[in-house]
């Protein structure tokens, strides 16, 4: 089954007298459960493809589907996880609230959230942490409390832009086996966006190799790093 699915698309940023043709005639199927990273120099679009995956820009061009449906609805029905390169954390909320947050969005019973917060936190190693205030983490334990937030409602995407590049290189390693360990855990569709071929390589089922100017897929490849499958 196809978990997300884009066909065709274009997406033109309009400027005062210049256009930018962000991405052009992409078309890409993530199947339900794999994990995808996309690669390419700056500026080749990867951001682009990833906020139009969220429904956070809407394309020029093209279709766009989430398990069928559009990306808008699985946004709203919060469907879709988000983790960007710094950790939007609100300050004043405990690490747990954080974490807690979309499912009170969502209006799910404080007894319900606080156990799927906890749980989540065990998930993502912040044992301990619960009443901790998002300043009193390191930047490798933030991005690990936005983790557990996005995956608070069960999504079945979950879109990661550069979620660990603000991070010395032995945090990052650690983070992405981590991050491995999860996907497998959770069996969520996931798309990341980085800069790194080894990362991609480590941790992909495939990768979309994009180039710039206009934004395209140059060429996908396909089981980087053969693993045995459970
Ligand atoms: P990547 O993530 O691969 O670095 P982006 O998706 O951020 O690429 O950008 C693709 C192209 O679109 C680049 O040329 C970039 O400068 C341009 N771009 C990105 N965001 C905007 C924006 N808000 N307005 C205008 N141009 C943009
Ligand atoms: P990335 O890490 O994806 O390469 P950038 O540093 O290119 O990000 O872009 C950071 C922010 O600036 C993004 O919100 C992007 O949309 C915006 N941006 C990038 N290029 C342009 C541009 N040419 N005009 C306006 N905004 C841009």
């Not at 790194?196 to 990768?207: G, H, Q, Y």
Request: glycine share 8%; net charge positive.
């Amino acid at each position: 089954a196809l978990s997300a699915e884009v066909r065709d698309l274009s997406l033109v940023y309009r400027g005062r007298g210049r256009d930018v043709i962000a991405l052009s005639e992409v078309s890409l199927g993530i199947a339900q459960g794999e994990f995808v990273s996309l690669i390419g120099p700056s500026g080749c679009g990867k951001s682009t493809l990833l906020r139009v995956l969220g429904d956070l820009l809407t394309p020029t061009q093209g279709t766009v589907s989430i398990k069928g449906r559009t990306p808008r609805a699985e946004r709203l029905d919060r469907r879709i996880g988000f983790v960007f390169q710094e950790a939007a954390l609100l300050e004043w909320r405990s690490v747990l609230d954080n974490i807690a947050l979309p499912l009170e969005l969502r209006g799910a019973s404080r007894r319900d959230r606080e156990a799927r917060a906890r749980a989540l936190i065990e998930l993502v190693g912040l044992t301990g942490f619960e009443a901790a205030w998002p300043r009193q983490l390191s930047g490798g334990m933030r991005q690990r409390a936005a983790i557990a937030r996005a995956l608070s409602t069960e999504p079945d995407l979950l879109l990661l832009d550069e979620p660990f590049g603000a991070l010395d290189q032995i945090t990052r390693d650690r983070l992405n086996m981590e991050l491995a360990r999860i996907h497998e855990v959770t069996g969520v569709s996931v798309v990341l966006v980085t800069h790194s071929i080894r990362e991609a390589v480590l941790l992909s089922d495939r990768i979309v190799v994009m180039t710039p100017r206009p934004g395209r897929i140059e060429r996908i490849l396909d089981d980087p790093l053969p693993r045995p499958r459970s």
